[in-house]
């Protein structure tokens, strides 16, 4: 169900229910590209299903998905229609295009070649745990996990998000673990991990499927690496990668999870796939953010927290984002 967790506070003052969430986020309802449309954005029923809720309730949880479909177009495929279409102006003319000229005809050639242009569809998922006011957005990419809380605070007003950020830091807690062994209880330390030193070279160190107990990964910490990913799991139950950002990735969920788990298909499938995740990572997110010192306090450390988000485009300047080339 979620592969990725980037995890955000939701701010006090939000008091929406999911039918009016849901009602706002039809105003920006996912459209597929048209001929000459580079990007398209916009919110999706999380089912897949048309004409299904946008937003889907399970357990107390909602779950909203924003899909973007997105033309392929290669710059070398736009280049070698402009050196045809400059050619062609030399020979009828006598004369090559200048620089101006030669952007006008890159803007031509792209306008021409994106109704041919194959296109690739994403979709990113959002778990909003109201009771804890807590969210989570499934992203690899802190700049995807922007795009969408992005749009998401301009489609429910009064919405505030913060990063949550916690008291200790992961790297320095990450690197307390490996060099005594001494995790939180329920927290086992994997086989895989990435440690990167600080100095002008920034030299980095992987471990995969290797026992990371050993003196050679603390000799790499004394000598001032430090982890910036750390491969582990929790209560047997959820196998994970912590990033020194708080990000958790690579999420899986083990045999001890699905034990007691009835068979089901189709909808009652998917519902009991969000139970699942929502209910084990539910529990995993605040005994880890426990496990590393707690979450951080802004106001009593008299800071002001950073924004979830560098300020925003809107709607329609998301969807009609310039195509990457």
């Known amino acids: 169900m979620f592969k990725n967790l980037i995890t955000y506070r939701i701010g006090e003052g939000w008091a929406t229910e999911a039918k009016q969430l849901a009602e706002q986020l039809a105003k920006e309802p996912f459209l597929a590209c048209a001929p000459t449309q580079p990007l398209a954005v916009g919110w999706a029923p999380p089912r897949g299903i048309e004409h299904a809720p946008l937003v889907e309730v399970v357990d107390g949880h909602w779950l909203v998905k924003l899909k973007r479909e997105q033309r392929l177009l290669p710059s070398s495929v736009v280049q070698e229609r402009v050196d045809e279409l400059a050619e062609h102006i030399e020979a009828t003319t006598g004369r090559k295009p200048g620089k101006k000229a030669k952007k006008e005809l890159k803007e031509q050639a792209a306008h021409e070649l994106l109704p041919r242009a194959f296109t690739k569809t994403s979709a990113t998922q959002v778990w909003i745990a109201p009771e804890q006011r807590l969210l989570f957005v499934d992203a690899g990419s802190s700049s995807r996990a922007d795009e969408v809380i992005t749009l998401l605070i301009q489609a429910s007003p ?141 106001a009593a450390a008299g800071t002001a927290p950073a924004p979830a988000a560098l300020p925003a485009p809107t709607a329609e300047e998301a969807v009609s984002e310039s195509p990457p080339w």
């Open 158 to 298: 009064g919405l505030s998000l913060q990063l949550v950020q916690t008291a200790e830091s992961p790297a320095a807690v990450m690197a307390a673990w490996l060099m005594d062994g001494v995790t939180p209880e329920g927290f086992q330390i994997e086989r895989e991990c990435e440690l990167k030193g600080s100095d002008e070279q920034k030299p980095v160190v992987r471990y995969a499927r290797h026992p990371l107990d050993i003196d050679e990964v603390r000799a790499h910490l004394t000598s001032g690496k430090m982890p910036t990913r750390l491969a582990l799991s929790w209560n047997e139950r959820v196998a994970f990668t912590l990033t020194e950002g708080f990000a958790v990735k690579k999420i899986s969920f083990l045999d001890l999870a699905f034990e007691g788990r009835a068979e089901a298909s189709g909808d009652e499938a998917f519902d009991a796939d969000l139970a699942l995740a929502t209910g084990e990572l539910g529990r995993l997110i605040p005994a880890l953010i426990e496990g590393l010192g707690g979450e951080h306090d802004f």
